[in-house]
């Protein structure tokens, strides 16, 4: 028999090389997260569930801090922190910063012989808005002749925009203003028969074009003033006396930086003169006329004095120096040594408002 042909068995097939792409796909599939797992690790079931729980902007927000990473809701905390500061600031502001707008207790309407510190009239810097008018009341009391003057500081005033009545007379209209309008104070005497004694009198600051108008304005530290007349002297004695007053005042006022007082003592004299001569009777000689000039020109300057001396004080206190400024509020006394100076109650007011 024919030998039997022996054939070599198969070689195995030779062993493949892993290579080092498929290594990292399998790390890869390793390590990812199961289908239907987000990254943030909440599943879809997860996320379904709080979408259910709470719909709509909340759910969204749950979302995001759940999914979030510490950085994130670190970043979300001092945000939110600083939000809130900020709230709390703001509070803060409307409460206590803007207090000084804040309308406390009821509008004023008595005058007295005190300057009342709040405004009035349109605008944003006005204490008690009144577009219209502002009306007040004064009783009228005296057993003698007497004179009363309405004093008053006004501002944002145009030509004949402003009209003062008393009793519904009208009797004067206020000033247009001026360069000096925030500084300068203003009087008005009232003529005595439109006054009713022992009872109260009305007087108003109309407003001839609030409505239809809106136009600003406003008036501050009005107060009255009664000014009694001399009696039982006769006509030339009351111009004797009263050129004595006029020729002393003129010697004060021409030499105003010799003495502080000397600028409130010439306003005084050239006072004294013509409410000497307000008890002459008609027709008014010139020096009545000429003593009211006068007296007008010397308050204009004690007007710029007082407010040459708040500005020292505040720009002491602004920087600190507050003995400074305590000093210069006592120094105010020399230049107004009485209260018929608005200017006295205006140092006081800044004394009290400063802590000095």
Not at 66 to 89: I, Y
Not at 188 to 203: D, S, T, V, Y
Not at 216 to 224: D, G, S, T
Request: aromatic share 8%; charged share 25%; glycine share 8%.
């Amino acid at each position: 028999a024919p030998a039997a042909i022996e054939r070599p068995a198969p070689a195995p097939p030779p062993a493949r090389r892993s290579t080092g792409s498929q290594s990292s796909r399998a790390v890869a599939r390793s390590s990812s997260p199961r289908a239907g797992t987000s990254a943030g690790g909440l599943s879809a079931a997860d996320r379904a569930r709080i979408r259910r729980e709470t719909p709509g902007l909340m759910a969204n927000l749950r979302l995001f801090w759940a999914e979030a990473n510490s950085k994130v809701r670190a970043g979300v905390m001092a945000g939110g922190g600083v939000v809130v500061l900020g709230l709390f600031g703001l509070l803060y502001w409307l409460v206590l910063g803007g207090g000084e707008k804040v309308q406390k207790g009821e509008e004023p309407v008595r005058l007295t012989n005190q300057p009342i510190n709040d405004s009035f009239g349109l605008g944003d810097d006005v204490t008690w808005n009144r577009p219209d008018m502002k009306v007040f009341e004064w009783e009228f009391i005296a057993a003698t002749r007497a004179v009363v003057i309405l004093h008053y500081q006004a501002q944002g005033i145009s030509k004949d925009e402003i009209v003062v009545s008393v009793n519904g007379v009208d009797v004067g209209k206020v000033p247009p203003d001026t360069l000096a309008s925030q500084e300068r104070s203003l009087e008005l005497m009232i003529p005595p028969q439109q006054l009713r004694k022992g009872e109260p009198n009305r007087i108003i600051f109309d407003n001839t074009r609030n409505p239809p108008g809106e136009d600003p304005w406003r008036i501050w530290n009005v107060w009255v003033e009664r000014a009694l007349l001399p009696e039982d002297l006769s006509t030339q004695q009351l111009l004797q006396q009263a050129g004595e007053s006029f020729k002393k005042g003129r010697k004060n006022f021409e030499t105003p930086d010799i003495g502080a007082r000397n600028r409130y003592e010439a306003w005084k004299s050239f006072r004294e003169a013509w409410l000497m001569l307000e008890a002459h009777p008609d027709p008014k000689p010139d020096l009545y006329f000429e003593a009211q000039e006068r007296m007008r020109t010397a308050q204009q300057e004690l007007d710029r004095t007082c407010s040459k001396l708040l500005l020292e004080v505040e720009g002491y206190y602004n920087q600190g120096h507050y003995k400074k400024a305590a000093l210069t509020l006592d120094h105010m006394r020399d230049y107004f040594p009485e209260y018929d100076q608005p200017c006295a109650t205006r140092a006081e007011n800044k004394r009290a408002e400063y802590g000095l």
